[in-house]
């Protein structure tokens, strides 16, 4: 037989009051197990702020008393920062995206001016990644500004000065050499892409071998590829490549090797395995990828005009945008409107050569500027009479116009004699590294 807890005793007299304060004292008792549960977790967390207070302080004393005994430099302890990690949209300020994360408009006045002879905060970019670090009670404790592929601007709270620090710092890659490679099916820049690569690599080897291969015209399936190129990465994610070492392009069974190695002015320059610079006085082709749709011809039925009459260049057809780049060095006598060939620009080379680029949507460069091999000097449009997007590219030698497909330009100075020994010591390892690392990646994926 089971036993009910003793109520109290009902007051005789029926005062309401006695008989409320009777209801909690009976509530009070049956359920103070449950009342009390929350007031000891409050209790238990309190004295594990506390002790964790404690340990810290003790924790520091203690690093403190053992860097004064060993004379060095005492860091505290410093609790976990808070990350915030975003990206600039387009027409974004800096002053918008830190209001928007909570910072005071005069904390951030402080940050953009403190930055002035380091770097220009309005000079941020649309996608350009930013971090903000705040301590455990929410003081700000960092800003930072990824400013491009090599450097980011940190912006830190000194606290024992009290004072707001810049400072442009380098990414820590970590570098890795990887050989690639592949057959062409189509084009390098799908045979890059099948291969797992970035388009960049497909640019970086037309650079290399751009003086002896048309890549809109010569490339043909079956041609293939090797290469050993440095490959960038932060916390263990690739980032970007760096130089390519060696390469070696099959095309219509002649393989064309370069080796990048130092010219006679201290730059970066790519070799045959004889010592004979790749890079000739003039690139094949002004654009990096395209297709000739009109060739050179002393009567050809203009497309508009419906005349025959001389096209004295070659068309390549690009998307509106395309960059086009001078195929050798020179100095710009002619950059503006001329007629039928829409927006132009025409160079002065050495040899008695011009070039001209055509129908371009946009011109880069101005009448008298002086331009390197490789460098931008406009961008693929329609102007004047034209069917549509395309460059009319066009060379003259003496003043007599000459065939851009066939022209034979003479290469850059080779390897001088008082380098070549270290250039073909450089040459063998770096030949036998492209070698053994691609036998050895075609062997892990039998």
């Known amino acids: 037989m089971t036993h009910s807890p003793p109520r109290s005793p009902a007051p005789k007299d029926g005062n309401r009051n006695a008989r409320k304060w009777i209801a909690v004292g009976n509530f009070l008792g049956r359920y103070r197990r449950i009342l009390l549960a929350p007031l000891v977790l409050i209790l238990a967390i309190f004295g594990m702020i506390s002790y964790r207070s404690t340990y810290q302080t003790r924790r520091n004393q203690a690093a403190a008393a053992a860097a004064a005994k060993m004379q060095i430099p005492f860091k505290p ?21 830190l209001l928007q994360q909570g910072l005071p408009l005069s904390l951030i006045h402080q940050i953009i001016d403190c930055t002035l002879p380091v770097y220009d905060l309005a000079k941020v970019k649309a996608e350009q990644l930013y971090w903000l670090y705040f301590t455990e009670d929410g003081k700000f404790r960092d800003f930072r500004y990824h400013v491009d592929d090599e450097r980011y601007l940190t912006v830190y709270h000194d606290v024992a000065n009290d004072q707001l620090v810049p400072v442009l710092k380098n990414f820590q890659f970590e570098t890795r050499v990887v ?9 390098l820049f799908a045979s890059v892409m099948d291969a797992g690569e970035k388009d960049q690599l497909a640019l970086d080897l037309a650079d290399i071998f751009g003086s002896d291969i048309d890549f809109y015209t010569d490339i043909q399936k079956g041609d293939s590829f090797r290469v050993l190129v440095e490959k960038k990465y932060l916390d263990n994610r690739f980032s970007k490549y760096g130089v390519i070492l060696a390469a070696a392009f099959t ?19 790519y070799y045959a395995p004889d010592g004979k610079a790749l890079k000739k006085s003039f690139l094949k082709s002004p654009l990096k990828y395209g297709r000739i749709t009109s060739g050179f011809s002393m009567a050809r039925r203009h497309p508009i005009l419906k005349i025959v009459r001389p096209h004295l260049g070659v068309d390549y057809a690009a998307p509106v945008g395309t960059p086009v780049q001078s195929v050798g060095a020179g100095k710009v006598i002619r950059a503006g409107r001329n007629g039928g060939a829409g927006k132009m620009v025409t160079i002065r080379h050495s040899g008695g050569y011009e ?6 949507s946009r011109i880069a460069v101005k009448t008298g500027a002086h331009v390197g091999q490789g460098d931008v000097i406009g961008y693929v449009g329609s102007t004047g009479l034209s069917t549509g997007p395309h460059l009319d590219f066009r060379i003259r030698h003496h003043g007599k116009a000459i065939n851009p497909s066939k022209v034979i330009f003479p290469p850059n100075p080779p390897v001088s004699p008082s380098k070549f020994d270290r250039f073909a010591a450089v040459r063998n390892k770096l030949i036998d590294d492209l070698r053994l690392m691609i036998d050895d990646s075609k062997q892990a994926l039998r």
Not at 85 to 93: A, E, M
Not at 179 to 187: C, F
Request: net charge negative.
């Open 179 to 187: 050989p690639v490679s592949a057959a062409i099916e189509s084009s």
């Open 251 to 269: 095309n219509e069974q002649k393989e064309f090797v370069g080796i990048r190695f130092e010219d006679e002015n201290g730059k970066p320059a």
């Open 355 to 360: 070039t001209s680029y055509l129908h371009l």
């Open 77 to 97: 302890f410093m609790p976990e920062f808070k990350e915030i990690t975003g990206s600039f949209q387009r027409n974004q300020t800096v002053t918008e995206v």
